[in-house]
């Protein structure tokens, strides 16, 4: 792979005031400048977003347009919770085509304009409408997975509360994150009921934000940085939306897949990662990814958490950015905020948060119930 | 470009029973059985899908994994109605990338499980909110455009009608056409009026359906088809999406460009075009992308269809499927059915509809009032 990124930029996580054009443009301008690059060297744009429902909003490429006012190559591009990771994708992919020298990605989502009745529908389109039409919802799909997890493996509530704790803990040192909030363990067990064993404060929340990266072919990166990144993998994989479809609950396959193909091209194996950025939409999705993602064999991230080796200090740590449960899970942008943690990660720019040494880094962006993984992995 | 098109598929376009679901993997079976492929020659899949609005399905990829039964890298792109172009162009990536050998795209939209009012609001969201707030609707965008037109070209109603009366009648020999009804221009004046100057039946209708491509690097063309269609140039431009900031209302800047990109890249000029297939989701559309397209000077248009130059026999016909207004828009799909139709006619398998010694095709998918354009040109 010779692809650099060479700039990011993002917008505060949170309730926003803010429209889903402002909110691009916040992000696509910081980027810009983070790559101390104008708008007319690049010269094509992906757009990473869930869903048009949320702002009654399509077409979005030419919103980008309007407000970069910029005749350019724009595309939006989706696969539920890994459209910011899937645009980072394309454009990996439009660079590599030969067609383009340097391209931003902007991962974007306005959720707060609906109502939490109207976002938990919409969210749900992200999953099978049978499984849906059966009353499931995400909450529910993976509580299914922890109930079976702890089945299988003897992990339990307060495993998956430290999995919240830790993040939460972390984004307090992340200025852009929607929580500034630390939390312990009995708040988590004292957090309302959401689906059994998941409790309000094991689901990250409703979030508006955006975040862009500008990326370029890695022979070009010295016009931007003297510290591009470099990606050295990247791996996709899309397995059947259904869960009843999947084998074993307490596994995501196309992790697993995504995964592979990502640390096969960058000759890396997982014990190398130094620090990830990993989809914690709900503390149990980041207890199987971390065995999923390699960092441990089958059943011991129960360990991991518990032990605290994936806190800030510890063997791997795990979403120094505070993840999704903390920074804020606006969709389509949260798998473009990974690479923008990463980012600073690797080039020693992430201050009271910084992970010491890390030299490579590793982002796992999911779609609904894990059906849609990618998973890049960058050195400086 | 060294990219080969191989194989298409279409459902019939109409009112459909079927779900969305359906109508994609009916058009990728019958895609793969033109390709003589298997499934497990596709490398990656890209799917061309306006709104998730009209199912409230997102995450169409993994649907698509579980109706296909395979594990997959697969991608849903959106630029208002030019997402089946654009999920075109970005197979065209994928495998110019060198990371894929064969690649799917499939455009689809199940439109008729909504109401026409809600349909309506769907529809809308490809526009500027300001404009739509202020009572816009893209019939009354494109009626603007008309009247424009009229008034500096002195174009009327009756050139409008003689692009609808000539579709209809290309589309009676398209057995996948949504109509097949012959109409008159006097028949288009007197139906009901829309938005001033354009009827009924100067407008597409909403329908349900999926088209299908299977593309491939030109190298490996030999092992599907000994008759590949060759990618000859392709472009794709998104400019601002307001109306109102556009100078010229009698032109689709976007599509000029893309235009352009598109001819340079092939080294082929507009007069050397034998066939193509134009967006006409409202008859100004067709009249305005003939000049946009190079087909004739700005403002000669009108001459052309009055003067039948662009039906069947004529100078260059436009539309032998029957386009949008007969054939069916099903939005999604619309991009990929153009593809499916110069495939045919540059095969010469396209029957009773048959351009003759057609050997140069040429597609224009439109997103919006004109803000996204993606243009590609075939040989044999």
């Given at each position: 792979m010779k692809i650099s990124v060479v700039g990011v930029g993002q917008t505060k996580f949170g309730q926003s005031r803010k429209d889903i054009s402002d909110l691009m443009l916040e992000a696509c301008e910081k980027a810009l400048a983070s790559a101390n690059a104008s708008v007319d060297q690049i010269d094509a744009f992906y757009i990473g977003n869930f869903s048009s429902s949320f702002t009654d909003q399509c077409h979005l490429p030419a919103v980008l347009a309007s407000r970069l006012s910029v005749n350019k190559e724009i595309t939006r591009v989706e696969s539920a919770c890994a459209a910011g990771g899937l645009?980072?994708?394309?454009?990996?992919?439009?660079?590599?085509?030969?067609?383009?020298?340097?391209?931003?990605?902007?991962?974007?989502?306005?959720?707060?304009?609906?109502?939490?009745?109207?976002?938990t529908k919409i969210l749900a389109t992200a999953g099978s409408k049978e499984e849906m039409a059966h009353g499931a919802t995400f909450p529910s799909l993976y509580a299914l997975m922890a109930q079976r997890y702890f089945f299988e493996y003897g992990a339990n509530e307060r495993v998956l509360a430290k999995v919240a704790v830790k993040n939460h803990k972390n984004a307090l040192h992340n200025p852009v994150a929607q929580f500034h909030k630390r939390i312990t363990v009995e708040d988590v067990l004292r957090s309302r009921m959401v689906a059994l064993p998941l409790k309000l404060l094991d689901c990250s929340p409703i979030s508006d934000g955006a975040a862009a990266v500008v990326l370029c072919a890695e022979k070009w990166a010295w016009k931007f940085t003297d510290k591009p990144l470099r990606l050295a993998g990247i791996g996709h994989e899309v397995e059947a939306i259904e869960l009843f479809m999947r084998k074993d609950l307490t596994s995501m396959p196309a992790v697993v897949r995504a995964a592979q193909k990502a640390y096969t091209m960058a000759g890396?194996?997982?014990?190398?990662?130094?620090?990830?950025?990993?989809?914690?939409c709900f503390t149990i999705a980041e207890l199987i990814?971390?065995?999923?993602?390699?960092?441990?064999?089958?059943?011991?991230?129960?360990?991991?958490?518990?032990?605290?080796?994936?806190?800030?200090?510890?063997?791997?740590?795990?979403?120094?950015?505070?993840?999704?449960?903390?920074k804020g899970h606006p969709i389509g942008a949260s798998?473009?905020?990974?690479?923008?943690?990463?980012?600073?990660?690797?080039?020693?720019?992430?201050?009271?948060?910084?992970?010491?040494?890390?030299?490579?880094?590793?982002?796992?962006?999911?779609?609904?119930?894990?059906?849609?993984?990618?998973?890049?992995?960058?050195?400086?």
């Open positions: 645009a980072f994708k394309e454009a990996v992919l439009a660079i590599l085509s030969g067609l383009y020298r340097t391209v931003l990605v902007v991962g974007v989502e306005k959720m707060s304009d609906k109502s939490v009745e109207t976002a890396i194996e997982p014990r190398k990662v130094d620090v990830a950025e990993v989809h914690d990814q971390i065995e999923d993602l390699g960092f441990c064999k089958k059943g011991e991230a129960k360990n991991m958490v518990d032990q605290g080796r994936t806190e800030m200090g510890g063997e791997i740590p795990i979403n120094p950015s505070g993840g999704l449960k903390a798998g473009v905020a990974q690479v923008v943690e990463i980012f600073y990660q690797l080039r020693s720019e992430a201050g009271k948060r910084q992970v010491k040494n890390a030299r490579v880094g590793l982002c796992s962006n999911l779609g609904g119930a894990g059906s849609t993984s990618v998973v890049s992995i960058f050195v400086l």
